[in-house]
């Protein structure tokens, strides 16, 4: 079973900065195919898709992230990050990774709290 573990998260102002890492274990992201994504899930919302990056690096963004939040991988250390700038309180949220279209064999991790204080 694949098994991703976030970290990375914690307190920060508005316009301050953030490296969320993920790291991901029984899934090769060298030879994989899979498009994967960074999610958020603020107090009361639905889960959401805030950034995903395929197999050949091409990147997409949601718009309210778009600009601020830059998404990569590092397929030699099984490792997704997200770098988040100019941070908004509107942010807060506990992130996730998992692939693009989220799969039914990755379990969802704990997620790592990010808070945005106002």
């Known amino acids: 079973q694949v098994s991703v573990v976030e970290s990375g998260g914690g307190l920060v102002q508005p316009g301050g900065s953030l490296t969320l890492s993920c790291v991901i274990s029984g899934m090769r992201l060298s030879s994989s195919l899979y498009v994967m994504g960074w999610y958020r899930q603020a107090p009361g919302k639905q889960r959401t898709l805030v950034a995903s990056i395929q197999s050949d690096g091409l990147v997409k963004y949601a718009e309210s992230v778009q600009g601020r939040f830059t998404i990569s991988q590092d397929k030699t250390m099984q490792t997704l990050y997200l770098q988040m700038n100019a941070l908004k309180p509107e942010d807060t949220a506990v992130y996730y990774c998992?692939?693009?279209?989220?799969?039914?064999?990755?379990?969802w991790g704990q997620g790592t709290q990010v808070t945005g204080s106002s």
């Open positions: 998992n692939t693009d279209p989220p799969s039914n064999f990755i379990k």
